[in-house]
């Protein structure tokens, strides 16, 4: 059976310098007593300009102590598809005094929407899908009021970090769009992705909202929450929102117009995997400082 090139996003680290030498933002997630956490970060290169060098990461007074517990960093742009990159690394956290940690990267990754490719390697057959929880059987979890903090942030962010964590407690994160419908947030993505596979696991997540490319502000929010996996496109009231945050505005529409020869790739990539969408119950929302 022919099967068809696959379509990529990752790209080499120095594609991406400078969401190592000056990110627009910079979050941390941890696993700490069975419960998945993220920080805002300031992240360093320990020697200038030295990609594969430690970082030297300092961690907002509310976190708790890293030494010797695995991390992941990420570093991300956007918000507009074409133009949403990400960094990210995993390492062990060592304590070198004033809320900083130097970790050094195990393993770095690099994706660029705007950059999809075709990859040498074709197309591999699907992994079995996981077991998503049907649609009619999402928790009825109680969805409190928003508190002001958090309804401005959502309605001042286009991209929020999402930490999950694996069955093993392996920490990961991602930054993804995201809307909110009745009290909840919705984040469409891929039914194979490791955000599924860790919300299938293990439903506590926790989000972090601000500090974007647009932002000035070191205020930060950090929000706990149930998240559910279902598998297919999200409801279409939550579809349409999604539609006109970030593909119909002008300023996105101008983004996508400017990338519509690239638009048969996007959907091509679309297409190597079934949708699934993320609801996400807010059950505490924390305020913090950036470092």
């Not at 030498?21 to 320990?46: E, F, K, M």
């Not at 970030?246 to 020869?261: G, M």
Request: proline share 10%; charged share 20%; aromatic share 8%.
């Amino acid at each position: 059976m022919r099967r068809h090139p696959q379509i990529v996003r990752d790209v080499a680290v120095s594609d991406v310098t400078d969401l190592a030498l000056c990110p627009p933002r910079v979050a941390l997630a941890v696993t700490v007593d069975g419960q998945i956490s993220v920080y805002p970060v300031r992240a360093t290169l320990q020697t200038p300009n030295d990609l594969g060098t430690p970082r030297i990461v300092t961690v907002p007074k509310e976190a708790p102590d890293l030494c010797g517990r695995q991390v992941v960093v990420i570093a991300d742009d956007g918000p507009q598809w074409f133009r949403l990159r990400s960094l990210m690394f995993r390492g062990v956290a060592r304590s070198v005094g004033d809320q900083s940690y130097e970790i050094t990267p195990t393993r770095m990754v690099a994706w660029d929407y705007g950059a999809l490719r075709e990859s040498p390697k074709p197309l591999a057959d699907p992994a079995p899908p996981p077991e998503f929880t049907p649609l009619d059987a999402v928790p009825d979890l109680n969805v409190p009021n928003y508190p002001t903090n958090l309804a401005a942030a959502v309605r001042k962010s286009r991209v929020m970090i999402m930490s999950s964590r694996s069955a093993a407690g392996t920490p990961f994160a991602v930054p993804l769009w995201f809307v909110t419908h009745c009290g909840r947030i919705y984040a469409t993505t891929s039914a194979a992705s490791w955000t599924v596979r860790n919300v299938l696991a293990r439903p506590q997540v926790a989000l972090l909202f601000g500090g974007e490319r647009s932002s000035h502000s070191t205020r930060r929010l950090i929000v706990r929450g149930h998240a559910t996996a279902v598998q297919g496109m999200p409801p279409p009231a939550v579809a349409a929102q999604i539609a006109w945050r970030y593909y119909l505005q002008p300023s996105y529409a101008a983004v996508e117009l400017r990338h519509i020869s690239n638009w048969k790739r996007r959907f091509h990539y679309y297409g190597q995997s079934q949708p699934a969408h993320l609801v996400i119950t807010p059950q505490s929302v924390t305020a913090c400082e950036a470092p």
